[in-house]
């Protein structure tokens, strides 16, 4: 069965300071991968999605950047961070299906 | 662009109660999705629905998508305990480009033992 996994669960950084926040998908192959944002009040915002290896397409203009180096492997990163990136962020994939599956997600706190 | 506006915004029900949460498009709907969120957590997949008119239901938990495949309606039928959380609604976004989901702003429901 496909299971996906987003790591570290909670996050606090400085302003200023970088990010990197991974997601690996096991039990599919080529899936299609999405980082997703929930800010407070705000709802889930789509910020990249993945059609494979290398092929990042962003969503929303910010201070945030996506890498795919592997077929099941989402990055999201920043160089400074922001007080306005702290959020909720949730990784998901599809493969076939219409519906996206979603990982537990990351709470990011920036300070 | 497509926005998903759901209501009500949160609801406080006691057990036992039935309850109704919906989500209405400013476009025409290709695919629906209801996702349940416990607060800090991933979203679970509930159902999809695509079809006007469509209804599933799972467990005492069913969704309906209106002919127009405008609105949708989530319902619950004797709430419990268990069904506490953040109900979103999602959607194609793009006239059904697979994966770009729009989500609402959510529904928050506690229930009342």
């Known amino acids: 069965s496909q299971t996906i996994h987003q790591w570290p669960a909670t996050l606090v950084q400085p302003v200023g300071s970088p990010l990197s926040l991974e997601c690996t998908v096991e039990?599919?192959?080529?899936?299609?991968l999405y980082w997703y944002r929930q800010a407070a009040g705000r709802g889930l915002q789509l910020l990249f999605y993945?059609?494979?290896?290398?092929?990042i397409s962003s969503e929303v203009p910010q201070n945030l950047s996506a890498s795919r180096p592997q077929d099941r492997q989402f990055i999201l990163s920043s160089k400074k961070l922001l007080l306005s990136d702290s959020g909720f962020y949730l990784c998901?994939?599809?493969?076939?299906?219409?519906?996206?599956?979603f990982g537990q997600g990351t709470r990011l706190t920036v300070v | 662009s497509q926005e998903l506006e759901q209501s009500p915004q949160s609801l406080i029900v006691q057990e036992g109660k039935n309850l109704t949460i919906n989500c209405t498009s400013s476009k025409t709907l290709y695919g629906l999705y209801w996702y349940k969120q416990k607060y800090g957590e991933g979203l679970i997949f509930l159902m999809m629905l695509q079809k006007g008119g469509e209804e599933k239901s799972h467990e005492k938990i069913t969704a309906k998508l209106d002919e127009k495949k405008q609105q949708s309606s989530l319902h619950i039928t004797a709430s419990q305990p268990s069904h506490a959380g953040i109900y979103l609604c999602g959607a194609d976004g793009n006239g059904g480009s697979q994966g770009n989901l729009i989500f609402g702003k959510g529904t928050k429901l506690s229930v009342k033992p």
């Open positions: 998901a994939w599809s493969a076939g299906q219409p519906e996206a599956f």
């Open positions: 993945s059609v494979g290896i290398g092929q």
């Open positions: 039990g599919t192959s080529n899936p299609n």
